[in-house]
């Protein structure tokens, strides 16, 4: 499948620590032809081979303590919507 965009969007008491700007120490990049790193989510871009797998880091910080819902992550292909995916949510709970 080419073209494919995988969305996570995460909850506002996390924030996402974007990696390519900051000096945090050793961080495997994730295999993609391009990442989208917004306030909220992470957009990224790739192909995808017959039966092959990807899995995708994305640092955060979790800024306040409390229970967030972590929405599932969808993945489609862009220019073909017959190829859509999407893995169920769940509650988060942060504790010191």
Do not use: C
């Not at 995988?6 to 000096?23: A, C, H, K, M, Y």
């Not at 955060?60 to 967030?68: D, E, H, K, M, V």
């Amino acid at each position: 499948v080419e073209n494919v965009a995988i969305s996570q969007l995460f909850p506002g008491g996390w924030e996402i620590v974007n990696t390519r700007f900051t000096d945090f120490g050793y961080f495997q990049a994730n295999d993609v032809t391009h990442t989208d790193i917004r306030d909220d989510r992470v957009h990224a871009y790739l192909n995808l081979k017959p039966k092959q797998t990807r899995v995708f880091r994305v640092l955060l910080n979790a800024s306040y303590l409390g229970t967030y819902y972590l929405p599932g992550a969808h993945a489609e292909a862009m220019y073909d919507n017959t190829y859509t995916a999407r893995n169920k949510g769940k509650w988060i709970e942060v504790v010191k």
